[in-house]
């Protein structure tokens, strides 16, 4: 139980385009999810929280009109990086909680998605 | 200012040794500390979560302490396995954080034959 899935899981894209990221929880519904992402040999860096039905909130120096999020519903999140560029090009991840219906506080990780933007 | 460090360096072990890995942290105070295993390419896999008010979790060949005067959290990986070579995250939760994880850098741990 508990999965988290991504798609796509790599795109590579020109600069300049726009890459929509989904994030689907598959056997339970997340009342929050939560973008990160990964540069190289280094951590998960929070970039955004969202919760089904209400806007997103965007950790500090995190452009909220360059990353558009999306929790249409409790199963989906979108994350839409606008107008790539180079230095976007990282590993992004989501991860899902149910913690508003469970006693756990455990996310659940997405495997993520590889984006380089040439 | 806030930190979460584990050491970068990676950890090498002979299998069937006990591998263990620190988690230090300044400046929070945290409700809940995670340890998650990450292999490359792969988002991270929860492994234990430990509670301000609890010393020790076990599950398996696994054992996480928590000592919050020390501000640090120490995670064993008992009789030690080849496939247990992975990196290995710590991520606190403050209270009153919205569920909000913040990772450590994580360290790589190999076990080998």
């Known amino acids: 139980g508990a999965v988290v899935s991504q798609h796509p899981s790599r795109v590579i894209c020109k600069s300049g385009t726009s890459v929509k990221i989904e994030c689907r929880s598959l056997?339970?519904?997340?009342?929050?999810m939560f973008w990160y992402r990964q540069f190289p040999k280094q951590s998960l860096m929070l970039m955004a929280t969202?919760?089904?039905?209400?806007?997103?909130?965007?950790e500090q120096g995190v452009e909220k009109d360059k990353f558009l999020i999306n929790h249409a519903s409790l199963t989906l999140s979108t994350l839409t990086v606008t107008s790539a560029h180079p230095e976007d090009s990282s590993f992004y991840i989501c991860?899902?909680?149910?913690?508003?219906?469970?006693?756990?506080?455990?996310?659940?990780f997405g495997p993520g998605t590889r984006l380089t933007v040439l | 200012s806030q930190k979460i460090e584990q050491n970068s360096e990676a950890l090498n072990i002979q299998e069937g040794k006990t591998a263990t890995l620190t988690c230090n942290y300044t400046?929070?105070?945290?409700?809940?500390l995670q340890w998650y295993r990450q292999d490359p390419g792969r988002g991270p896999v929860f492994l234990l979560l430990?509670?301000?008010?609890?010393k020790e979790k076990r599950k398996e060949r696994l054992k996480v302490t928590f000592d919050t005067t020390l501000k640090q959290s120490l995670f064993h990986i008992t009789a030690s396995q080849p496939a247990d070579s992975a990196t290995y995250l710590c991520?606190?939760?403050?209270?009153?954080?919205?569920?909000?994880?913040?990772f450590g850098t994580g360290t790589q741990l190999k076990v080998e034959l």
């Open positions: 991860s899902a909680s149910d913690r508003g219906n469970s006693l756990t506080d455990t996310q659940y």
């Open positions: 056997d339970f519904q997340a009342t929050t």
């Open positions: 969202s919760n089904e039905g209400s806007k997103a909130t965007y």
């Open positions: 400046n929070y105070s945290p409700a809940y």
């Open positions: 430990i509670r301000e008010n609890e």
């Open positions: 991520a606190l939760e403050v209270t009153g954080g919205g569920n909000k994880l913040t």
